[in-house]
């Protein structure tokens, strides 16, 4: 009731829920593909176009690489990251030559531009090395460490002289055989593919002592035992070591190999085989002619 006596008519009141419009804005900000998009996708868009604004400046992004540059000769140029010099051990002096020779360093450099991969193969792919290890010593020393490869024999062909290990591999040419007289000798094609079974027959010779002379290589397939005074024992392509074994026992018993023998012939195991020096076949064809048919 008003003052009048009348009766007052209630005011309408305002809805508080939101339009559907509204409600529609608010669920889909809180989505989560658009809220990744507004706390990463929007800063992230925004940074690179200042960036490439900035960058699209030829002169800018000069500068830019001359600054990054300078960072980044500044601390790989520090004491602590400098070589100084290489030091090598396990080689001798001259495969040490060698080594200094093929990694052609100038020292001082800086440790970032050391490939120690790259300078290891270029020192493994030297015929006298077996292994290398390259690495960082502190205090600036690029450390080398080698082992190399250890000749076991003399191998002559028609092209040269030279050493190889105990798997055949080249490991240096020499000038003449005496320049390594102290190692056994081997010749022949394909002798270098076949050492291990040569030194199985030189530790089998043993006995001859200095009597041998040397292992020849046959067609790339078996070898002669040379001796001295032109004495040769022919072996067979298998079971080679049993087959001189053989010739020296026989030797031992019945001095085989002292007399007037040229050729032991064991190629056939079954039919061992003897030839005769030309001296020793003249001097008994002449003994059967003058001693007559009774002898």
Request: no cysteine.
């Given at each position: 009731m008003n003052a009048g006596g009348l009766a007052k008519t209630p005011g309408k009141r305002s809805d508080p829920a939101p339009s559907r419009l509204s409600y529609r804005v608010q669920r889909w900000m809180l989505t989560p593909g658009i809220r990744l998009g507004l706390r990463i996708g929007i800063p992230f868009c925004l940074v690179f176009a200042i960036g490439s604004g900035f960058l699209a400046s030829e002169k800018r992004r000069d500068a830019l690489d001359a600054f990054v540059g300078d960072i980044r000769a500044s601390i790989q140029e520090r004491p602590e990251f400098m070589v100084n010099l290489m030091a090598i051990d396990g080689a001798g002096q001259n495969l040490a030559e060698d080594i200094r020779e093929v990694v052609p360093l100038d020292f001082p450099v800086s440790s970032f531009d050391l490939d120690v991969e790259q300078i290891r193969d270029v020192i493994t792919g030297l015929a006298p090395v077996k292994t290398a290890a390259v690495r960082v010593r502190p205090g600036g020393i690029l450390q080398v460490d080698v082992i190399e490869r250890q000749p076991v024999v003399v191998w002559r062909t028609r092209d040269g002289i030279e050493i190889l290990d105990h798997t055949g591999a080249h490991v240096d040419d020499i000038p003449t055989r005496a320049s390594r007289a102290d190692l056994p000798?081997?010749?022949?094609?394909?002798?270098?593919?076949?050492?291990?079974?040569?030194?199985?027959?030189?530790?089998?010779?043993?006995?001859?002592?200095?009597?041998?002379?040397?292992?020849?290589?046959?067609?790339?397939?078996?070898?002669?035992?040379?001796?001295?005074?032109?004495?040769?024992?022919?072996?067979?392509?298998d079971r080679a070591v049993q087959a001189l074994e053989r010739v020296l026992a026989v030797s031992e018993v019945q001095d085989l190999l002292d007399r007037d023998v040229a050729v032991v012939d064991m190629r056939i195991g079954a039919r061992p085989t003897i030839r005769m020096t030309e001296n020793a076949v003249e001097e008994w064809w002449r003994i059967r002619k003058t001693g007559g048919v009774g002898q």
């Open positions: 000798l081997i010749v022949g094609g394909g002798a270098d593919e076949a050492v291990e079974e040569a030194l199985a027959l030189l530790r089998a010779s043993q006995p001859l002592g200095k009597r041998l002379r040397g292992l020849q290589r046959m067609g790339n397939r078996r070898w002669d035992v040379v001796l001295d005074r032109g004495q040769r024992i022919m072996l067979p392509t």
